[in-house]
């Protein structure tokens, strides 16, 4: 089952444009840091309160490796060892508000997933074994505590958003969006834990199925009689699933059908501008935004070229806010990585 993903392109010698992007990449990277990044290690959500998120330490672990920043991969690995590991099962603590004491007891598994990898890609990059063995310990407390038997077919798992809450009865709550491939296929590979790889194999059979219905939904919901959207949360999707074709395509699987139904939805609802929040047949939207980020997973899903990634790269601005910004980021690396597949020659 292993997936060995490409090492990010940005010093590639192909003769396309995808070479000139190393410099604003690394631009936007300085401003984003900027914007987000505390002196301290801190990555912090302005919106949400100053929180700070196992998501954000995670998503900023991830591109301080990408963008070979050394100092910030250990400014970030330093504060979140420190404070969001409160826990006695070895997954991060999800949330510290500014005013508290304390983090937030409950995990978020995509944060511990995130926080994980961007240890591992770190680890290979800078040459730090102590990150190599930090990520095999969270990796395998994701193993351990995160993964739940679908209770349609005690031979698949499924990647729960916590290790507490999201089971109800015989039925679990499942978030599309925190399925990432390539991040749960690399830790397999390096904990040699099977768990974490067929978690990968099975969230992407799961997303398949929700996509034979529309588009995948915020919060789905897996009972014996089937898979659909959670009957406790709207049916809709929004800016949880916008995160599901990006990390598809990151993955290496843009022939996915959960990124076909988001191809089909942006050429659907085409306009001014883009769509972030739609009903699940992505033929209504619900809300819509000018923000470069939610352009940047759109011009992923629809393959812009890289001259127009160039553009979308110097055009940074972090006044977009933490969420769309960091959306933006991660979707420029990753269209970066399929850089040879978007050549136009």
């Not at 192909?14 to 290690?41: I, T, Y």
């Not at 420190?82 to 070895?90: E, F, H, I, S, V």
């Not at 296929?185 to 790889?197: I, P």
Request: proline share 6%; charged share 20%.
């Amino acid at each position: 089952m292993a997936l060995v993903a490409p090492r990010l392109a940005l010093a590639s010698s192909h003769s396309c444009d995808v070479v000139n992007l190393k410099a604003p990449m690394q631009r936007a990277w300085e401003k984003w840091k900027s914007a987000f990044l505390m002196p301290d290690g801190r990555v912090v959500d302005h919106l949400q309160g100053g929180a700070t998120h196992s998501e954000g330490q995670g998503y900023g672990l991830v591109l301080a490796a990408f963008n070979d920043d050394l100092a910030t991969f250990d400014l970030i690995r330093s504060w979140t060892d420190a404070n969001l590991t409160k826990r006695p099962d070895g997954l991060l603590n999800w949330r510290l508000l500014p005013d508290q004491t304390g983090p937030e007891a409950a995990n978020a598994t995509d944060g511990d997933l995130f926080y994980a990898w961007g240890l591992a890609l770190g680890a290979g990059r800078f040459g730090r074994p102590e990150a190599r063995e930090r990520a095999i310990e969270i990796a395998g407390a994701v193993s351990r505590n995160c993964l739940a038997t679908d209770p349609r077919d005690g031979c698949r798992l499924v990647l729960m958003p916590a290790a507490d809450g999201f089971r109800r009865g015989t039925s679990v709550i499942f978030n599309p969006s925190y399925v990432m491939p390539r991040a749960l296929f690399e830790l397999a590979n390096l904990t040699k834990d099977d768990r974490l790889a067929k978690a990968a194999h099975d969230g992407m059979h799961l997303l398949n199925e929700l996509a034979q219905r529309g588009l995948a939904p915020d919060w789905a919901q897996i009972d014996p009689l089937g898979v659909g959207p959670s009957l406790e949360h709207a049916p809709r999707s929004g800016y949880d699933a916008i995160r599901v074709p990006l990390y598809l395509v990151w993955s290496g699987h843009r022939d996915h059908a959960a990124v076909h139904q988001a191809l089909a939805m942006y050429g659907r609802l085409a306009g001014a501008q883009t769509p972030v929040v739609t009903d699940l047949s992505g033929k209504e939207t619900i809300e819509a935004s000018t923000y470069a980020g939610f352009d940047a997973v759109r011009d992923l899903v629809i393959r812009a070229d890289s001259g127009h990634l160039a553009k979308a790269l110097k055009a940074f601005c972090p006044k977009q806010g933490y969420y769309p910004a960091t959306l933006q980021l991660l979707s420029l690396v990753a269209a970066v990585e399929s850089a040879p597949a978007m050549c136009l020659g």
